[in-house]
């Protein structure tokens, strides 16, 4: 474990964060809510937001893709995503809506300021970011896809997107 850079817990728990946070809107599926968290985990996310019927830990389905990361990464349960993101406002995030919308910017372009907090919304699995919940975001950010199909799975969608809020961190913890 050591030689590969893994923390343990505890580490985690004290590690300096990336600001941002997942937040899932009505997820249905446990393996995707645990491959959100460890994706949550391999780029320091702050925590995790869910809101809805999304299943809560402890489950064995969810425990089954997070490996554990339910144990280091933050994670609160909210009634409803709009509510969730109204705090998150408050809060001082930035909320981005994981969704094609018109106006929404595509992934590749955009770059967060240094230090900036951004909460990211994950809709459901079928339909995608309840509206009510894209009226009081931010923005949206859209990953662009050059196939015939123009949806990912949230899990996918979740590691793309983190990975690209992730990216700017990583770089400068490589130069030094």
């Known amino acids: 474990m050591d030689e590969l850079g893994r923390k ?16 899932l809107d009505n997820i249905r599926s ?14 320091l996310a702050e925590g995790v937001v869910l809101c ?3 299943p ?5 389905d969810i425990h089954k893709t997070a490996l554990g990361a339910t144990e280091s990464v933050d994670w609160v349960y909210t009634p409803t995503t709009l509510e969730a993101v109204l705090q998150l406002k408050e809060q001082g995030y930035r909320v981005l809506g ?3 919308t018109e106006g929404s910017i595509s992934l590749e372009t955009y770059t967060a300021q240094p230090g900036e907090k951004i909460a990211v919304v994950f809709g459901n699995e079928v339909e995608g970011v309840d509206q009510d919940v894209l009226q009081h975001c931010d923005g949206c950010l859209e990953i662009p896809q050059l196939g015939m199909k123009h949806s990912l799975n949230i899990s996918v969608a979740a590691g ?13 913890l490589k130069r030094g």
């Open 98 to 100: 994981i969704e094609q």
């Open 56 to 60: 809560q830990p402890p489950h064995r």
């Open 160 to 172: 793309i997107v983190l990975w690209k809020l992730s990216e700017q961190r990583i770089i400068d």
């Open 30 to 43: 446990m393996h995707n809510v645990g491959s959100v968290f460890r994706t949550a985990d391999a780029f």
């Open 52 to 54: 809805g019927y999304t």
């Open 8 to 23: 343990t817990v505890a580490e985690f728990k004290q590690a300096s964060k990336n600001p941002v946070v997942a937040v």
